[in-house]
């Protein structure tokens, strides 16, 4: 087996107890318990949980802010009429489809904000957040490299944070669905676009003062 097809197996190793450990969280908690027993559940020993996830809880939740990431771009990929989008309309989308891809792990996440919350874990939270905006960004078409690319996903930081924090404890329809946190969600994006428009107006006072 060439080294490429050993890391390829070992990915998809680490995969599969993520996601067997995502279910043991709600109940354990994030600890190496739940990452051992997760290991168990997908076919393999407490060792083979060590060997793919050296730095426990942080790794195995980085790798589950990638793989979501990843689910979120792949719906968005098939999404229609994506094209034809505003951006506006395109982050929207993003930031639905990011939440329904852990929709079944609400607590999950609930223990993933406050082990984030912990004053070590912080940089983390921040590191795994401004990945989410960044693919969200990337993917409604943003490539800006000036002062709009830190503008953008910092107000976008703020309106996704609070946006799930609403989520979290709306219970949604009968459908599955999270109309109210829709509502939310584009009452935040559009404060987000009134605040972008004096962010231009004062930037551009500041290029003309030079």
């Known amino acids: 087996m060439s080294e490429t097809d050993e890391i390829d197996e070992m990915e998809q190793v680490r995969e599969k107890i993520m996601l067997a450990t995502l279910a043991n969280v709600p109940f354990d908690g994030w600890c190496r318990d739940a990452i051992n027993a997760g290991a168990i559940e997908a076919g393999y020993d407490a060792d083979m949980a060590l060997r793919a996830f050296p730095g426990e809880t942080g790794d195995v939740i980085q790798l589950w802010v990638d793989w979501s990431d990843a689910q979120m771009l792949e719906a968005l990929d098939g999404l229609e009429g994506w094209e034809d989008m505003s951006v506006t ?7 639905k489809a990011r939440i329904m891809v852990n929709a079944q792990h609400r607590e ?47 107000l976008l930081t703020t309106v996704y944070t609070a946006t799930v924090l609403y989520w979290m404890s709306d219970e949604g329809d009968e459908e599955g669905n999270f109309p109210e946190t829709w509502d939310f969600l584009e009452r935040r994006l559009g404060d987000l676009g009134t605040v972008s428009k004096v962010a231009d107006k004062v930037k551009g006072k500041m290029q003309g003062a030079c």
């Open 108 to 154: 999950t996440l609930r223990r993933t904000l406050s082990w984030y919350a912990l004053p070590l874990n912080v940089p983390l939270a921040v590191q795994a957040t401004l990945s989410t905006v960044n693919s969200m960004w990337y993917a409604a078409g943003d490539t800006s490299t000036d002062f709009n690319y830190y503008s953008k996903r910092g």
């Open 89 to 95: 309309a395109r982050i929207t989308a993003a930031v």
